[in-house]
């Protein structure tokens, strides 16, 4: 870390693109385009003030990467595999991002059917998954996660601290100059050659000024959940009965509805995974109408999220054998959150070429999750039609597979800035496929690859030599049938 620490230069903090002025234009431009307010009730007439504030320049790195998810993670162990210098800053107190601070209880397929689609750095934290994990079955050993995310960037020697929030961004031309990061430690600058956006949220991209679309046409995003852990569950009582989480009727939610159980009928019910003999990873209950890029629609959703989980944990005691001891024991620490901003790249990954399972020239891998968008509102209508578009219709054989290009990742008009994972430039329907999180490794992997031959060789990311960059993959592990290198 020392050695990165180049020479301790400073920094004036007044004027940049950070997240409380970004936010205020960006809130308008969504009133403009959704044609309603998402934040009823909050006063636009804030004051303005400048705030200046001198700081040091903590490090000098050849890659930068905001968020420490799945894609920020995979971002950084890639990166350092190719001898670059690293700064991860992570916002919350574990790595993981949804997966482990979010509760997420499982990872979405890995594979094809045939072959391991997030191959690479996905493969090395499976293992060592496995290695690490206490407790069996189907659902994740959280903990086991963690130390998993812990151990692989420790074995690569990648520098990452917790508690970092990145809070504003110096762009000039095109060109991103530094980063300030907020910490208890005081708020420092990190200055790179290239920046990784590994939010989630895109909120590196965005915060510099990069295009982005949020949601459905109308500007919709799908709801988030509230993950949980619960125990005193019988699983063997359960397996008896096993009824079909795709039929409301197994579930005798209709019978809950009726009997004044919740508030909200919802009927996509996600479900719970088992976990050890008798816990579970609970992804169960949606917020709707919440938007993950505001801190106030976060806090409602979250106080909403776990008053429900009162009503979740009523219900399965009444109503599913098995569940009749069941204790609600933790919800995630950060709100579970599907869908916000898709950074607007090179190439917007279409529903036309998920249909076709296009194959690109500047491929960085493929991906095969169907296209999973949980319905914007409740209803039985909503729940039908949903099963019967998104469910059913979009489905892929066993070994099919869509190229995820290389342009998905670079942001327009930015030289030296990449998205990774949740964000990359996809559209509506696809980002129901790609937001997951092996997706996100084949995001992320590419991502740190791409930014160090960007960094090393002093070229713009839209200029990089795309063979170098899956040979380099290729010889990672990614899975690249295409690459005839
Ligand atoms: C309820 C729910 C259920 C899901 N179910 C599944 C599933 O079953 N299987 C599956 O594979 N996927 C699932 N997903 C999807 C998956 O978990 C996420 O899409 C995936 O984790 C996204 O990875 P990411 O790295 O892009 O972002 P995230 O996982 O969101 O990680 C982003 C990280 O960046 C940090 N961060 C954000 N902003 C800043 C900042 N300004 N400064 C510093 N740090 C910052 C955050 O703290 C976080 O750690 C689910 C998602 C949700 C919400």
Redesign the pocket.
């Known amino acids: 870390m020392n050695a990165e620490m180049r020479r301790r230069d400073w920094i004036k903090l007044s004027g940049l693109a950070t ?1 409380a002025l970004a936010t205020n234009s960006l809130f308008s431009d969504e009133n403009r385009k959704g044609g309603k307010s998402p934040r009823q009730g909050v006063s636009h007439q804030e004051d303005e003030i400048l705030f200046e504030q001198k700081l040091s320049v903590r490090y000098n790195v050849d890659v930068f990467i ?7 993670v995979a971002a950084a162990f890639a990166a350092r595999t190719q001898g670059a210098s690293v700064f991860l ?4 107190t574990c790595l ?4 482990t ?2 509760r ?5 397929q890995v594979s094809d059917g045939v072959h391991l689609l997030c191959d690479g750095f996905g493969r090395r934290v499976l293992e060592l998954l496995q290695k690490e994990k206490n407790m069996k079955g189907p659902g994740t050993d959280i903990e086991a996660l963690k130390r998993t995310y812990d151990s692989l960037l420790s074995e690569v020697d990648a520098n990452f601290t917790f508690y ?3 809070i504003a961004v110096q762009v000039s031309k095109g060109h991103l100059d530094y980063v300030v990061c907020a910490s208890p430690s005081g708020n420092f600058a990190v200055r790179a050659n290239v920046y990784i956006d ?4 895109g ?1 590196l991209a965005t915060w510099s000024g990069a295009e982005y679309q949020k949601g459905d046409s109308a500007g919709i995003m799908m709801p ?2 509230l ?1 949980s852990l619960w125990g005193g569950i019988d699983w063997d009582k359960w397996r008896k009965v096993r009824p079909d989480i795709h039929q409301p009727e197994g579930y005798r939610l209709k019978e809950a509805f009726a009997a004044g159980v919740f508030t909200i009928q919802d009927e996509h019910l996600t479900g719970m995974h088992p976990l050890g003999d008798s816990f579970a990873g609970g ?1 169960i209950g949606h917020t709707f109408s919440v938007d993950g890029t505001d801190e106030r629609s976060l806090t409602k959703a979250l106080l909403w999220g776990r008053k429900s989980m009162k009503e979740y944990a009523r219900y399965y005691r009444e109503y599913i054998d098995g569940f009749q001891n069941a204790q609600l024991l933790d919800t995630g620490s ?1 709100l ?3 869908e916000t901003r898709r950074i607007i790249g090179d190439h917007v990954l279409s529903i036309d070429e998920y249909k076709k399972r296009a194959i690109f020239d500047d491929e960085i891998g493929r991906y095969s999750y169907p296209i999973d968008i949980h319905p914007m509102r409740t209803g039985a209508d909503t729940y039908k039609q949903h099963r019967k578009e998104f469910d059913q219709k979009y489905k892929y054989n066993k070994g099919e597979s869509y190229g995820i290009p290389y342009r998905t990742l670079t942001p327009k008009g930015f030289e030296n800035l990449l998205v ?4 990359i430039s996809s559209d509506h329907l696809v980002h129901g496929s790609v ?4 997706a ?1 490794f084949i995001t ?1 992997q590419a991502a740190g690859i791409a930014a160090v031959l960007a960094a090393k060789s002093d070229r713009s990311v839209h200029d990089i030599p795309v063979d170098e960059l899956q040979m380099k993959l290729k010889k990672f592990g990614a899975f690249l049938p295409n690459y005839k290198g």
Not at 96 to 99: A, E, L, R, S, V
Not at 420 to 423: E, N, S
Request: hydrophobic letters at 35%; proline letters at 6%.
């Open positions: 997240g905001a968020g420490g998810g799945p894609a920020g800053a992570e916002g919350h993981g991002g949804m997966g601070a979010g997420v209880p499982v990872f979405m970092t929030q990145l590994a939010t989630g949220n909120d988030g959940t993950c992804n950060l579970g959150i599907r990774a994972g949740r964000c937001r997951v999180m092996p996100c992320g």
